[in-house]
């Protein structure tokens, strides 16, 4: 299993390098080294010590995006996403080549800050829930359970809280300012996908519903 964490980082962070370097037209590019120097290590990071703590977990980060028993429209949500999220690496590297961005490095810390928050919180909460798949489903072979603890106390969805920080992180590390105009239309596939989520949840989970009612906001505390 550690192999295939290996093999996927490796390839996953590899197209990630192409769709910034090539736009880019250059490899003098610190942010994206950076960028891509901090993701592959603590992504590794967070392989290695999931597959120690929770392999079974690690198994379904592993898996396809396309999967038995995923509602048809998570399969549509997960390729606009992953396009989107390409094309947002292409504008990016389009923005460097041409300098139509001048972020001060003190921002681009900040960005890596961000990032790593973002990677920080996504460990933490597969820790706390082992059914953090990659897909929507219910893990009915798995024994699939409501939690409630840990960031599952503050908000329904933490793993898409933190992608919230990697969006505005990710651009500010690259030095691209017009990097963060799309992050609206991410935010809203991810209410797209919360709330084709709870539907799915809410239908074959048992305890959900109780579990809505206690813990009200889905994203951001105090605010949906």
Known sequence: MVRRVIVQTVVWYGVMGLLLFVP?????????????????????????LLARHDPGLLAERLGSPVQKGQPTADKFLLIAIFLS???????????????????????????ALGVALC????????RENSFAAPVVKIQKERGQRVIDTGPYSYVRHPLYAGA???FVGVPLLLGSWWGLAPT??????????????EKTLR??????????????????????
């Open 24 to 48: 880019s037209g250059t490899l003098q590019w610190p942010g994206a080294w950076a960028f891509l120097a901090e993701m592959i290590g603590l992504s590794a990071l967070t392989g290695a």
């Open 85 to 111: 999220l390409a094309g947002w690496l292409v504008f990016m590297g389009l923005d460097r080549r041409f300098g139509w961005s001048d972020v001060p490095v003190w921002v681009q810390i900040l960005g």
């Open 119 to 126: 990677l920080w919180i996504g460990y933490r909460v597969m």
């Open 164 to 166: 919230l920080f990697f």
């Open 184 to 197: 609206p239309a991410f935010v809203l596939l991810l209410a797209a996908r919360i709330l084709l989520e």
């Open 203 to 224: 239908a074959g989970l048992e305890g959900y519903d109780a579990y809505i009612a206690r813990v009200r906001y889905r994203l951001v505390p105090r605010i949906w």
